[in-house]
């Protein structure tokens, strides 16, 4: 797999165990907004291939996003975007995650839809993949990216 740019959310407990099979790894801050653009300007600087982000799932199942949608908390994130982006989902996942169909509309959905929405202005053209892991078998991820 190539080397991926991996992101998690600020709460996210598992950092260190993400750090140990994941050469770049950012995890963002309390304020999403510049945390975004951060992450924007390292997209348009190193160019990667694959694009992950995680997240702590509730319970123990772990899930892949398919979708993110222009919506957080029933409003609009951006006035003028469109309505979803599909995410990268592997043609084979392992039974442990489920592709989720319908994303939630909280930060997760919100950094993904605003990645997706850069990268179509942009034109750049990364896999872009979210997780909300109830594990911390990150080894579940990489083989089939």
């Known amino acids: 797999m190539a080397n991926p740019l991996v992101f998690t959310m600020p709460t996210f407990p598992h950092i260190l165990e993400l750090s140990s099979m994941f050469p770049r790894v950012l995890k963002l801050g309390p304020n999403l ?5 951060y ?4 997209i348009k600087k190193e160019k990667p291939e694959i694009i992950i982000g995680f997240a702590l ?4 199942k772990s899930y892949i996003e ?11 994130i951006l006035k003028s975007g469109s309505d979803s982006f599909e995410l990268y989902v592997p043609d084979r996942l392992p039974p442990e995650i489920i592709p989720r169909e319908d994303a939630s509309r909280t930060f997760c959905n919100y ?4 990645l997706s ?5 942009e034109g750049l053209k990364p896999k872009l993949s979210f997780y909300h892991m109830g594990t911390t078998r990150f080894e579940l991820v990489t083989p089939r990216m």
């Open 33 to 37: 907004k510049t945390e975004v653009e």
């Open 39 to 42: 992450l924007k300007n390292r």
């Open 57 to 60: 799932a509730k319970g123990d």
């Open 66 to 76: 398919k979708t993110c949608f222009n919506e957080i908390h029933k409003k609009k």
């Open 111 to 114: 950094v993904c839809y605003l």
């Open 117 to 121: 929405e850069f990268l179509q202005s």
